[in-house]
Each structure stands twice: as C-alpha cells, then as structure tokens.
C-alpha cells in the first residue's frame, strides 16, 4: 500500500467539477482519479462531456467549481501552457497539426515547454538558443524515430496518410517527455489493423505515463484500459474495470440507440 | 536612359519601401487578424526620433539604429497595453484601436516637433548615378534602400524559416489554440510580432523620409499603398506583400510619370478596387476561399 502523498504524486485527480456554459451543465460534479502507468478510458454517448472534460484537464476551460489536482498541486487555475510545462500533453480530436509546417517542426513545437531563454533573449541570438534548439531538434528526431516517423521529417503533414499525421500528432504530444497524455479519440479514422498497433502503442506508452482515453471504438477501448470512467449528460454514470462495465446495465442503457456493441 | 527604364527603377525602389510596410502589416494580419493602421504613425514617430537625435549631433547609422529599437520598443507596448485589452473582443475594435493609436502618435508627434514640413536630411545623395552620359534613375540612396530591405527580409527569413522562435510565432498565428496546448505563450508571440512590425516600420520611416518629407502624417500615403501592396498580396503572403509593393511601387511611378503626379493617390485605390474584384483573395493567398 501506497503511502497517501505519494498515491498524490503521481495522480490526476478530478473532484466534483462541474462546468457551466450559460444554462447548460456540460459536466455535473465529475470525478475522476488517474494514475500514472495505467490507461484510463473516458466513454460515453455522444455529448456526455468527455471532450469539455479533457478541456478542463489540459486547462482550456475553466471549471466553474471543483477541484483538480496533479502530482498533490491544486491546478485550478493554471492556463493550458502552465500545464504542458508541468508534464499534461494532449492531443485533439481530428488532428491540429499545422499543415504549413514540416513533420519535424510540428513536433519540435510540441518541445516548447523545455525552452527557459526567452522570445525576446532568443532574438538577439543568444548562444543559448542556439544549443536548446540544437537539444529540442534532437529530442524531437528521437520521439519521431522511436514512432517510426523517420522518413516523413521533411515532409508536409496534408500530403501524408491520415494514420501518419496521427502519428505525428502523437509525436508531437510526446516529445516533452509529459507524465500524462490525454488521447481524445487517437483511432477515429483508423482502419483495423492500424487501431491493434494504436493500442499496443499505448499500452507501451503507459508503461512510463498515465494516459487518459477518449474513444468510440470500445474493442480498444476494452483492451487498453485498465479503468474505464463512463459519462452521460455529463454525470459519471459508472466507473470500473472493462468487466465491470461491460457487465453494468446502465451503461448499457445510455447507450441504447447508439451503434455500439460494448 | 529612356524615361520608362527610370520610372521603373524609381517606381521599383520606392515600391520596397512600400513592401516593407506591406509586409509589417502582414505580419500583424497573420497572428491577430487585425489591419494595423498605427503602423504608418508609428514609422513616422521612429523617423522623428532618429532626426530629433542627428540634429544633435548623433552619427545617422546610430541614430538609425535608435530609431528602429524605438519603433521595436513601441511596437510592444502598443500590443501589451493597449492591443491586448481588445483582442478577444470583435476585431472591428482593434481595428478601432489602432486607429486611434494612429492619430495620437500624428497628434503627439506635431506637439512635441511642430507640424510643419521639414528636410530629412540624406545620408547618401538622391541624384540619380551617371553611367557614361546618361543619369539613371537610381541614386546611390536607392542602393542603400536596396540593400538595408534585402537584409531585413533576409533576417525575417531566417527568424521565420529555420528558428524555433520563428516557428513558435508561425504556430502562433496559424492555431493559437493548439499552441498553446503545446506550451508556447502566444501571448508573448503577440507582443514580439508587433514589436517586429514597429522596429521595421521605422526601417520604412527612414527610407521613405528623405523623398517625402517629415512632418507627422507623411506616411499616410504609403500605409495606403503599402496597404493596397498587402491585399495584392493576399494580407497573409511575405512574399505577395513584398511583390505587392513592387507592383504598387512601379505602377504608381509609371502613372505619376506619364500622367501627372496628382494621379498617383486616384491610381492606388483604382489598383485597389480592381484587385479585390478580379481577385478578392489576392494574387499570393493560400486562402481561396476567403473574401472581402
């Protein structure tokens, strides 16, 4: 048994956040406990609020009330790039990548929390933006090798295939080394095969980070994730291991109508 | 030398000046959407500065150099304190803003050194080179325009093409958003945009000065050009800016040339209003389908 600071070190958690938008409660006291090296789904019909849910974890919106915590800090307040530089990547549903710029700048992006010379210093060339440049470069060709991305660094992200760009997505999300990352939705668009290599990349993923799941497709769903948090108009509805769920009748019920076999 | 050979080169030299300020408003149009209509005022303010310094005695390579860290300076300022504050509201109100910045820098600007006409004098002379008989239409002062545009657009190559700085700003601009999910300050990519845009509006300010005069609304007429050179260009175009203010450059030296020079102003919005019929999103523009 874990002692409790260290159980607060290395989690996620969420504590009754509610999020309003003008009269609509998009999430209605939420609570959520993520741990590092373990895969943890969020699913539900569409609409439930898994997306506005991710939303306030990477700090895009804030919630109206609640608590979030990270490695025992109280994050609350902090804005998405505060929170990228604590150790929370995210990717987004579709892609974002920036289609004017190559592979390998879209992933050296993503390394903009390692920089400590600042815009203005970095102007007048300063020597030390030279060598973190040199050092983000490297880590960003490594993250891309390890994703076996190597042969697309120069290229555009639109005149690739779609499951390259969500690789480099992906890429993008991981060169900062984070603690955890949050997939929304990371197999829409996939064909089968390329979705059972997605989920043996994310459980090898999760063996060194916590990662939060948004997703559709519950075959994947079901055999990467070892908790399973599952939302309906924006309540948690259930919260347990794949058996668990798959067993619960009222997660069942709130998907009536959708076309998904759990 | 035939007249049209000269009107091109003149039309040709005064058209980088126009690109410069054409590709300053470029940059401020790619990261916030807004037109910055300050950015003729503040050239002109920079230009003051560097004169009020060389009336003192102070070396004009110094003084230049002054002067565009002063329009660096206040570049930053305008966008920390007064842009910031309406940037998430309707663009219609930065728009407004910088209007406003634009008339009270032109206001500050005859209080604090009169608004009267005066010299700017020249570092280099404006009489056209003589090859063999001839004089050509370019001075050694179009040389030197020549060569401080090229090394400023080579240095916003650089910046944007192969640093991390230039490819956070790209970001920046291109999805602020997802940016900022990535960590980068966007707020701060604001600032240094504007910065950029005010160090090299002053550049502009002091080519354009010794051919047009100093008096605080003298660069009203090439924010319009320079203007009319970035739709050319399709507002979010480096390149089509910089091609703009040729075009816009040469045109308005060939209509002054062989129609008068009253027709040079008429000419512009001529240029303008054929432009934005027959090519609404600009000759440059990756953006089809935008329109004006």
């Not at chain 1, 203005?120 to 983000?136: D, H, P």
């Not at chain 2, 000269?6 to 149009?29: D, R, T, W």
């Not at chain 2, 504050?85 to 820098?105: D, H, M, Y």
């Amino acid at each position: 048994m874990m002692s409790n600071s260290i159980m607060e070190n290395s989690t996620l958690i969420a504590d009754e956040v509610t999020v309003r938008f003008g009269g609509l409660v998009a999430l209605d006291r939420v609570s959520l406990n993520a741990n590092l090296g373990e895969v943890h789904g969020v699913i539900g019909p569409n609409g439930a609020g898994k997306t506005t849910l991710f939303n306030v974890l990477c700090g895009f919106v804030k919630p109206s009330s609640g608590k979030l915590t990270y490695f025992g800090n109280e994050v609350k307040t902090l804005r998405p790039e505060q929170l990228s530089k604590m150790g929370v990547s995210r990717t987004l549903q579709g892609l974002g990548l920036f289609s004017r710029m190559t592979v390998l700048e879209n992933v050296m992006i993503g390394g903009t929390s390692l920089t400590k010379v600042g815009p203005f210093r970095s102007l007048l060339g300063a020597g030390a933006t030279v060598t973190e440049e040199a050092r983000i470069k490297d880590l960003a060709l490594s993250v891309i090798a390890d994703l076996g991305l190597s042969p697309f660094t120069k290229r555009l992200p639109p005149s690739l295939p779609y499951a390259i760009q969500k690789k480099v997505a992906l890429a993008r999300a991981l060169v900062l080394s984070p603690k955890f990352i949050l997939l929304d939705e990371p197999a829409s668009g996939l064909s089968n095969v390329e979705m059972d290599e997605l989920g043996d990349l994310i459980l090898g993923l999760s063996k060194n980070l916590g990662v939060l799941l948004v997703e559709h497709h519950m075959d994947l769903v079901m055999r990467v994730c070892s908790t399973i948090t599952v939302l309906d108009f924006g309540r948690v509805i259930a919260n347990g291991n794949p058996s668990e769920i798959r067993a619960n009748p009222i997660v069942t019920q709130a998907y009536l109508g959708e076309d998904v076999t759990i | 030398m035939s007249n049209l050979g000269n009107f091109v080169l003149i039309g040709l030299s005064n058209g980088l000046i126009y690109s410069v300020v054409a590709i300053c408003i470029v940059l401020i149009f790619r990261s916030t959407r807004v037109i910055n209509f300050s950015q003729a005022a503040l050239a002109m303010f920079s230009t003051y500065v560097a004169v009020s310094l060389i009336d003192r005695g102070v070396p004009y390579y110094l003084a230049f150099l002054i002067a565009v860290i002063f329009g660096f300076i206040a570049g930053a300022l305008i966008e920390r304190f007064l842009m910031r504050r309406v940037e998430s509201k309707s663009p219609l109100n930065a728009v407004i803003v910088a209007v406003g910045v634009l008339i009270t820098l032109e206001a500050m600007a005859g209080v604090i050194w009169g608004a009267t006409l005066r010299n700017f004098p020249s570092h280099f002379s404006l009489i056209g080179i003589k090859i063999g008989k001839s004089r050509l239409g370019i001075s050694p002062f179009d040389i030197f325009i020549l060569v401080v545009v090229l090394v400023l657009l080579g240095a916003l190559v650089f910046l944007f093409r192969y640093t991390k700085l230039g490819m956070m700003m790209r970001a920046s601009a291109f999805a602020p958003e997802v940016a900022r999910l990535l960590g980068v300050r966007v707020g701060r990519m604001l600032t240094l945009g504007w910065a950029l845009a005010g160090a090299g509006g002053a550049v502009a300010g002091m080519l354009a000065a010794p051919r047009v005069f100093l008096f605080p609304n003298n660069m009203d007429a090439v924010l319009v050009f320079a203007f009319t050179a970035a739709i050319i260009g399709g507002l979010d175009s480096p390149v089509g800016a910089l091609v703009g203010g040729l075009i816009m450059g040469v045109s308005l030296s060939l209509i002054g040339g062989y129609l008068g020079s009253d027709l040079e102003n008429p000419g512009a919005f001529l240029i303008l209003v054929v432009v934005l019929m027959a090519r609404p999103q600009g000759l440059f523009s990756s953006i089809s389908e935008r329109r004006v």
